[in-house]
């Protein structure tokens, strides 16, 4: 399968599924970094304890989230992100996630940039913030602030949402006063914090990750424009290899019917991105499938 075929695939993820596998891609290079050049290059991507340290590298209260200790770290991250994912994205759309996914993240690197700056037991210990735990945190008590009596299948028994959720906050506040891990903790109920007070605003109809989603797209728009507009303001023409004829024509039948077919799938592929997979009609699926075998 080439890079078209492995497009398709992971184009058909959800937003959940996505995020998992970047978070899976990004241990395993980390790790092979890690173990050609040394744990240092780390560093600039977790989040420091000390707040002038974070004010040299603003980019670590997001970047932390990807970085993992171990493998049992990120499969049980990654595992709780995946079925709390599902029920959200049962409720909501994409963007809906992304926000209290991100908005976790941060408000834990917040909470514990916090905590490790006023406190005085805190102050002063060298430590630093990896894990995605804020972000999954944040939507698993979303799940449970917003759908409290839905319930699920724990073990051998049917527990409601609302009992989890107060479960996992009292593991971790619990937890706290034995010294073990306290950032990680901190960090945890940040990321519930946030998901709580998402979920409740959510209920009474105020979207407090509107303005971050906004932020987000005005980013991602800025990078569309510098790569899409030259200075007139017209897009770019893509390159094309034009084949010349034994008459000197410089047309070439098959390589437009070439690119009619990359059309296609990249529309396809848009839809996708915007409305998921089952927006596809029958045709669209069919099409798609069928590029991916050749692919």
Avoid at 21 to 37: C, K
Avoid at 117 to 145: D, E, H, K, R, Y
Avoid at 242 to 268: C, E, F, L, P, W
Wanted: positive net charge; proline residues 2%; charged residues 15%.
């Amino acid at each position: 399968m080439n890079g078209g075929g492995l497009r398709y695939q992971y184009a058909r993820l959800s937003i959940a599924e996505k995020l998992i596998a970047v978070n899976v891609l990004v241990f395993i290079i980390m790790g092979l970094i890690t173990a050609l050049i040394g744990p240092n290059i780390e560093n600039w991507f977790a989040l420091p304890q000390d707040f002038f340290d974070f004010l040299v590298q603003p980019w670590s209260i997001v970047t932390y989230s990807f970085l993992h200790g171990d493998i049992f770290h990120i499969l049980w991250n990654m595992y709780i992100l995946y079925v709390a994912g599902r029920i959200l994205l049962n409720l909501f759309d994409a963007k809906r996630f992304l926000n209290v996914y991100f908005l976790g993240v941060i408000m834990g690197g917040l909470l514990f940039l916090l905590c490790y700056n006023i406190f005085p037991t805190l102050m002063g210990q060298q430590t630093s913030l990896i894990g995605a735990s804020a972000g999954v945190m944040a939507v698993l008590i979303f799940v449970c602030t917003y759908i409290p009596n839905q319930e699920v299948r724990v073990i051998f028994f049917n527990v409601k949402l609302w009992q989890v959720g107060v479960f996992v906050v009292l593991m971790d506040l619990v937890r706290i006063p034995m010294g073990s891990n306290i950032g990680g903790h901190l960090a945890h109920l940040g990321g519930a914090l946030l998901g709580y007070v998402y979920a409740r605003q959510l209920y009474h109809g105020t979207d407090i990750g509107e303005g971050f989603s906004k932020f987000v797209d005005g980013i991602s728009d800025l990078f569309k424009k510098s790569t899409a507009t030259v200075g007139n303001g017209r897009k770019n023409a893509p390159m094309k290899t034009v084949y010349r004829k034994q008459n000197g024509s410089s047309t070439s039948t098959s390589k437009a019917s070439r690119d009619d077919h990359q059309q296609k799938i990249d529309a396809i592929l848009d839809k996708i991105s915007k409305s998921g997979y089952e927006s596809l009609s029958k045709a669209e699926k069919d099409y798609l499938f069928k590029a991916g075998k050749e692919d």
